[in-house]
């Protein structure tokens, strides 16, 4: 927004409102977009975010740099859809991290049961433990 703001030609008032509202508003809500999604199971598994993610963010990134060259006549609505999208990709990130974690609770629970934690008085015998193979490529005394 600030390169616009200088490549556009805009006055002291436009640096103003880029420094003291749209970069912090822009930072925040881009730092709670990505905790919610880095939040979700999916995404810290598969290292990879939905297509409903990427869309979301390849249109409020499209918009956020629309608005910061501050074209005469579609500035105010290019900056209401950019606010609308981010409330909106906001609450996506919320229903899938939501639908995510509903679904691992029973999950979780259907997994751990009382026959899969060891009892207290069970004592191992280290000679059932499973035995080390070396293998080794050469010896060093031939």
């Known amino acids: 927004m600030i390169a616009g703001w200088a490549i556009f030609g805009q006055s002291g008032w436009g640096l103003l409102w880029v420094?003291?509202?749209?970069?912090?508003?822009?930072?925040?809500?881009?730092?709670?977009?990505?905790?919610?999604?880095r939040s979700r199971p999916s995404v810290r598994a598969e290292r990879a975010v939905s297509w409903w993610d990427v869309g979301g963010f390849a249109l409020w990134h499209?918009?956020?740099?629309?608005?910061?060259?501050?074209?005469?006549?579609?500035?105010?609505w290019l900056l209401t859809a950019a606010i609308i999208v981010a409330i909106g990709l906001f609450w996506l990130q919320l229903s899938q991290l939501w639908s995510e974690a509903r679904g691992s609770g029973a999950r979780l629970r259907e997994t751990i049961t009382w026959s899969s934690i060891p009892r207290a008085d069970a004592t191992a015998d280290p000679r059932q433990a499973p035995g080390v193979i070396i293998i080794e490529e050469s010896r060093s005394g031939d």
Do not use: E, N, R, Y
Not at 62 to 76: E, K, N, Q, R
């Open 19 to 37: 420094l003291l509202m749209a970069v912090p508003a822009v930072f925040v809500g881009q730092l709670v977009l990505t905790l919610l999604t």
């Open 62 to 76: 499209a918009l956020t740099i629309s608005v910061g060259c501050f074209l005469d006549g579609a500035f105010p």
